[in-house]
């Protein structure tokens, strides 16, 4: 199967820095990724959806100048959470979709393992 | 907008025992219905998909799922549980927007 793969699966930062967290498709080119934050024993909320060389498209309620995304390549788009305060502490989880070499886009997400981040 | 409501946030199982867990959604257009399953300290990965045809999916690992689309409810069944199956599963739906997901149902299988 396609392979998603994030980095870094964990990291902790101060109050006020910036986190980059990248996400990768490592075998199919993945023409929309998504970016989901989960709290803990929460569903996955939806961030928003990259596409490949455009900008990205943010759910309601999620600040798009606190969450940059970008999507500059159809194997790489990355999270960058702005000035971070505690209260962004969660589990960023990024999907991938796309069709694999030979095969038709069946819609199914790819999921990455996931970034915990950690503000003190 | 559409919502997707899992009913059991835990279910404990002994080895053997049946397993059906519940997936209800409001949407009234068409919907794609998933199943995801997490396993510790793995990634989400699918279990199982309906997207038209046959109502009763059939999924990997022993997994089948029924879209009653009268119910709206897309459950998740296994005849016998192992220890294996121990894992987050999460349903999730896609009507007119991007996946949206349940809070997913935590199995824990006893032996």
């Known amino acids: 199967g396609a392979v998603v793969s994030q980095h870094p699966s964990w990291v902790i930062c101060k109050s006020g820095t910036s986190v980059k967290i990248e996400c990768r498709s490592l075998?199919?080119?993945?023409?929309?990724m998504f970016w989901y934050r989960q709290f803990p024993k929460q569903s996955l909320m939806l961030m928003a959806t990259?596409?490949?060389?455009?900008?990205?498209?943010?759910e309601q309620g999620v600040e798009k100048d606190k969450f940059l995304i970008n999507h500059a390549s159809l194997t790489l788009s990355t999270l960058t959470v702005t000035s971070a305060h505690p209260e962004d502490s969660s589990f960023y989880i990024c999907?991938?979709?796309?069709?694999?070499?030979?095969?038709?886009?069946?819609?199914?997400?790819?999921f990455g393992e996931g970034s915990r981040l950690t503000v003190l | 907008a559409q919502s997707v409501s899992q009913h059991n946030h835990h279910v404990i199982l002994s080895e053997a025992a049946s397993l059906e867990l519940g997936c209800n959604y409001s949407?009234?257009?068409?919907?794609?219905l998933f199943w995801y399953v997490q396993y510790p300290g793995q990634h989400l990965q699918l279990l199982l998909k309906y997207f038209s045809g046959d109502p009763l999916v059939k999924g990997i690992k022993g997994f089948e799922a029924e879209f009653i689309k009268s119910k709206f409810s897309f459950n998740l069944r296994k005849p016998s549980v192992q220890w294996s199956d121990t894992a987050e599963y999460f349903c999730?739906?896609?009507?007119?927007?991007?996946?949206?997901f349940g809070k997913g149902t935590r199995l824990s299988v006893i032996a």
């Open positions: 999907s991938a979709r796309g069709g694999l070499a030979g095969r038709a886009n069946t819609g199914e997400l790819f």
């Open positions: 999730a739906v896609r009507g007119n927007t991007p996946l949206v």
């Open positions: 075998d199919f080119q993945a023409t929309t």
């Open positions: 949407y009234g257009g068409t919907v794609n």
């Open positions: 990259s596409n490949e060389g455009s900008k990205a498209t943010y």
